[in-house]
């Protein structure tokens, strides 16, 4: 099935939007899963969760927050990605030192998140590097992967005739690896955008005194279910136009590939 042309890719991407908020109003409204008062305090309403966005960002109090936790998901991110692109790299052309260090990789990727947030906490403090951290080791092994499996699977004819046209290893890298590699990098920088925010907002959510995870927190510590879905609301916004950036990017880098094999 071939992929709709963007007008109509967007118009199918907002009806599943007004689908999913008819739903949620029809369930806060009517008695359809149980009684309203029930319903709207699980869930508030689509109307007054807009509302208090609309309050947040007029009253000017959320773009300090919202910088916050932009600051840490950037950082989180940009580190995260350069160090996962290089070191896997590295593993991929040293299939010594990546049998050496396969082990230790897979271990410390399966240890759970949550419990390194209060350890980053204490060798870090409550201030943004603690949530760095902890953005930090969910956006690496992503890249990691990724890049590794990228460069690793590099065509074997394209890399046995650019040898043997007698390019240098940096000639390889630049021209045969690295573009192997790309779409890769791109796959997971899409996912590790939404990890890298992930890791900011559970930090803040675990102790801080400003953040997106920290309004949140706030919230939900006196049940005002409205202030928990804004922030997540907030969030999923946040989310989406820092990933429209990176198929930007994307897109401007894989120029050359077919447009099938690229984010539109």
Same mark, same amino acid.
């Given at each position: 099935?071939?992929?709709?042309?963007?007008?109509?890719?967007?118009?199918?991407?907002?009806?599943?939007?007004?689908?999913?908020?008819?739903?949620?109003?029809?369930?806060?409204?009517?008695?359809?899963?149980?009684?309203?008062?029930?319903? #709207?305090?699980?869930? +508030?309403?689509?109307? %007054?969760?807009?509302?208090? =966005?609309?309050?947040?960002?007029?009253?000017?109090?959320?773009?300090?927050?919202?910088?916050?936790?932009?600051?840490? @998901?950037?950082?989180?991110?940009?580190?995260?990605?350069?160090?996962?692109?290089?070191?896997?790299?590295?593993?991929? #052309?040293?299939?010594?030192?990546?049998?050496?260090?396969?082990?230790?990789?897979?271990?410390?990727?399966?240890?759970?998140?949550?419990?390194?947030?209060?350890?980053?906490?204490?060798?870090?403090?409550?201030?943004?590097? /603690?949530?760095?951290?902890?953005?930090?080791?969910?956006?690496?092994?992503?890249?990691?992967?990724?890049?590794?499996?990228?460069?690793?699977?590099?065509?074997?004819?394209?890399?046995?005739?650019?040898?043997?046209?007698?390019? +240098?290893? #940096?000639?390889?890298? #630049?021209?045969?690896?690295?573009? +192997?590699?790309?779409?890769?990098?791109? /796959? +997971?920088?899409?996912?590790?955008?939404?990890?890298?925010?992930?890791?900011?907002?559970?930090?803040?959510?675990?102790?801080?005194?400003?953040?997106?995870?920290?309004?949140?927190?706030?919230?939900?510590?006196?049940?005002?279910?409205?202030? =928990?879905?804004?922030?997540? =609301?907030?969030?999923? &916004?946040?989310? &989406?136009?820092? %990933?429209?950036?990176? @198929?930007?990017?994307?897109?401007?880098?894989?120029?050359?590939?077919?447009?099938?094999?690229?984010?539109?």
């Amino acid at each position: 099935m071939s992929r709709p042309a963007k007008p109509a890719l967007l118009a199918l991407q907002l009806l599943v939007a007004v689908a999913c908020i008819a739903v949620w109003h029809a369930i806060t409204a009517y008695p359809v899963m149980g009684e309203v008062k029930t319903m #709207r305090f699980f869930f +508030s309403t689509p109307w %007054d969760v807009g509302a208090r =966005v609309a309050r947040m960002i007029a009253g000017g109090e959320l773009w300090y927050h919202l910088a916050i936790t932009l600051t840490e @998901t950037l950082l989180a991110f940009g580190i995260g990605a350069a160090a996962g692109v290089l070191i896997g790299f590295w593993f991929a #052309r040293q299939p010594l030192v990546a049998a050496v260090f396969d082990p230790y990789v897979k271990a410390i990727n399966a240890l759970p998140r949550v419990v390194l947030a209060p350890i980053f906490a204490l060798w870090f403090g409550l201030g943004i590097w /603690s949530k760095v951290a902890l953005g930090v080791t969910l956006v690496f092994f992503i890249v990691f992967f990724n890049v590794y499996q990228g460069v690793r699977d590099v065509n074997q004819t394209v890399l046995a005739n650019a040898r043997m046209l007698g390019m +240098s290893e #940096r000639q390889l890298l #630049r021209h045969v690896y690295w573009p +192997s590699a790309l779409a890769w990098v791109f /796959s +997971s920088l899409h996912t590790s955008v939404g990890f890298a925010l992930v890791g900011a907002v559970v930090g803040e959510y675990l102790g801080s005194a400003a953040g997106l995870g920290y309004l949140i927190h706030q919230a939900e510590g006196v049940f005002d279910v409205t202030g =928990v879905f804004a922030g997540m =609301v907030i969030l999923m &916004i946040f989310v &989406i136009v820092i %990933d429209g950036l990176v @198929t930007l990017i994307e897109n401007r880098l894989l120029v050359w590939k077919p447009g099938e094999t690229r984010t539109e």
